[in-house]
């Protein structure tokens, strides 16, 4: 296929540097590490320019240790360069919020959520951050590294209505 | 409106006063797979719909992190247990590219054959499941017979028929047994021959025809915005795919095409899966002529474990046998994520190591999930009739979608 040649290093400093704080190859796929507020500018710039259509995963990672205390890490994905690049945002605990990607992306809603659930980061601007892979009455948020695996949670009334 | 269901759905209070709201699952025949579709109907038209999934968590990502790598591998067999071959070998490669590790090339061939294998007993499972739904009885026994000599067969290699914990950091469990290979193609034979039937009673069948054509139809847009990926992306006609387009495993030296449809709809999803099972057959017998002998697994001391012969007679040997099995193989700090063409679509590992002998990090992008969040744009506008259909086509797996 023609004109699927991979995005350079160069081209990525050029159109995106302003927007980045810090970059660099991991396996062969650019990592960009930036702070929430130009998540949404970088976003569209990529959708746009770059043309990354597809996006593909969004998790979060924590180190209780660190300040700020979440990475949340995107993935993404270019037809035209064939090509998957990674997002990192690091938010604090106090104030775990990102923009949401759900205007930009349909698939956003659906993996906010889950990450909601996980981790109780916010995705300002979705609408629709109902539990997903846990329920309603669901204590603490479990992929936190200080929820414990043995933790028990308490009993849900039975619902009838 | 009072709907008697365990998650609050908006569609209860937004709901026209005309319309009915109907809950379908999470318990259902047609829903194989635990999954909860609320459905705002005007008559017989699905309106607006609220897919809810969730049912079948089980912590997976939480139970990795606790768990040494080798110990996370039946976990991945139980993600998308169609293919359960297909996920173990996207999270090897995860932890091996993190250690450095040279697969050999007996190990390459045949896990290329092994996903190509599985791939088409997951694709069987899929079409099969879908045209029961529609009342397709004849042309699902078919389906299932082949499948189940493809079950059985892996059976007889790993020892398990679904989840078969089959692959090892660096290697495989075990070599083919004897006569694996001959019936192997005695197998491809058969499914050829009922592929053949299955094409005779479905592909120009006035009530197929009516149920799938132009149902839950998509642009390529749509699909990509959607998260859409495999058969499902591949069915409105885009040619994305892993193997073409970041090659893995020996897909580099294997001839193959990428099956696309016209339009995306639910007769293009299953022509898809169909003519991907052709190509999958032709793979596996390439991948039998690749097959070169030597060991399936790396002699690397980091991960494999010594001949059992020499844990008997030698202390080192049983000193290095005990280290690996209680302590575990120690993963270099890193992050990475690979992603292979699973049979439902792009499965990644996000895996993060923090250099200890348990993932600190392992994240599945796994597609069934991410099909379940843009399948309602599928169904409405179409008939209540057609939900089962084209749910059936997406293919959903529990084990893959909830984790």
Known sequence: MTGRAPLSYEAIERELGGLVERSWQSFGMPVLELRAENLLPLVTRLRDRFDFALFLDVTAVDYPERSPRFDVVYHFYSRRHNQRIRLKVRVPAERPVVPTLAGHYGSARYMEREVHDMYGIEFAGNEDLRPILLYEGFVGHPLRKDYPIEREQPMVPYRTG | ?403
């Open chain 2, 1 to 403: 409106m009072d709907v008697s269901s365990p998650i609050p759905s908006h569609l209860d209070r937004t709901a026209d006063a005309g319309n009915v709201v109907v809950n379908i699952g999470p318990s259902h025949p047609a829903t194989h797979g635990t999954i909860q579709i609320v459905a705002e109907l005007d008559g017989e038209t699905v309106k607006r719909a609220d897919v809810h999934c969730g049912y079948l968590h089980r912590g997976f990502e939480k139970e990795a992190e606790h768990h040494t790598y080798h110990k996370v591998i039946p976990y991945v067999d139980r993600l998308n247990y169609c293919s359960a071959l297909n996920n173990g070998f996207a999270y090897a490669e995860a932890v091996e590219k993190l250690l450095g590790i040279e697969i050999t090339r007996r190990c390459i061939v045949l896990r290329t054959l092994l996903c190509e294998y599985n791939r088409i007993a997951d694709h069987m499972t899929c079409v099969a499941a879908s045209i029961m739904e529609m009342g397709a009885m004849t042309a699902f026994l078919y389906l299932m017979t082949v499948r189940d000599y493809i079950f059985e067969h892996l059976n007889h290699l790993t020892g398990a028929r679904l989840t078969y914990s089959y692959v090892r950091i660096g290697g495989l469990a075990r070599d083919l047994p004897e006569g694996w290979l001959t019936r192997l193609e005695e197998i491809l034979v058969f499914a050829e021959e009922y592929l053949e039937r299955i094409h005779g009673l479905l592909d120009r069948n006035r009530i197929f025809i009516d149920r799938t054509r132009d149902v839950a139809v998509m642009t390529p847009e749509h699909a990509l915005n959607w998260g859409f990926t495999g058969p499902t992306l591949r069915s409105t006609g885009l040619a994305i795919d892993l193997r073409k387009d970041a090659p893995y495993l020996a897909y580099p030296e294997l001839d193959f095409e990428v099956p696309v449809g016209i339009k995306g709809d639910n007769y293009d999803r299953y022509y898809v899966r169909m003519c991907e099972i052709d190509e999958s057959i032709a793979m596996v017998r390439q991948c039998v002529r690749l097959l070169s002998d030597g060991p399936v697994s790396v002699d690397d001391p980091r991960v494999t474990l010594p001949a059992k012969e020499l844990v008997y007679t030698q202390i080192e040997a049983l000193v290095h046998h005990f280290k690996l099995v209680s302590e575990g193989i120690v993963v270099p700090p890193g992050e990475i994520y690979v992603s292979h063409e699973a049979p439902n679509g792009e499965l990644g590992f996000y895996l993060v190591s923090d250099g200890t002998s348990r993932p600190y990090k392992l994240h599945v992008r796994a597609p069934s999930f991410v099909h379940m969040g843009g399948m309602h744009t599928l169904l409405e506008g179409y008939q209540v009739a057609d939900v089962v259909p084209t749910f059936g086509s997406m293919n959903m797996v529990g084990g893959e979608c909830d984790r």
